[in-house]
C-alpha cells in the first residue's frame, strides 16, 4: 500500500490546531447565541410582529423558540440545566486547554 502524500497530512500540531479551532468556533457560537436570544426575549412577541420588524406571528413565535431551546443547549454546556446521568460539567471551562480561554468576536 502507497502513502499519498498531497493534501493535508496529520500530525499532532495539526490535529490540536484543528481541535482547537472547532472548540473556539463552538464556543463563540454559543455566545452569539446567547446574545442573540436575549435580544429577541427582550423584543419578545410584540416588538418582532410590530413594525418596523413586522414578522409574522407564527415566524416571531419561531424565533423566540428556536433561540431559546438554542440557548438552552447553550446553558447545559456551561453546566447548567444538566438532567442527565453522572454530575454536570461545563464544556467550555473543560475545553479551554484547547482554545486558550481568549476567544474574541
Known sequence: MSTITAGFQPSQQNLNQQA?????MMVTAMQNVQQYNAYV???????LT?????????????????????DSIRAVLEGANYTGPGLPHNFVNDTIP???GNVTQ
Not at 20 to 24: D, E, N, R, S, T
Open 20 to 24: 482547537g479551532q472547532i472548540i473556539a
Open 41 to 47: 426575549q427582550y423584543l419578545g412577541l410584540a416588538g
Open 50 to 70: 410590530n413594525a418596523p420588524l413586522s414578522f409574522t406571528q407564527g415566524d416571531a413565535q419561531a424565533i423566540l423558540t428556536v433561540f431559546a431551546e438554542l
Open 98 to 100: 484547547f482554545w486558550g
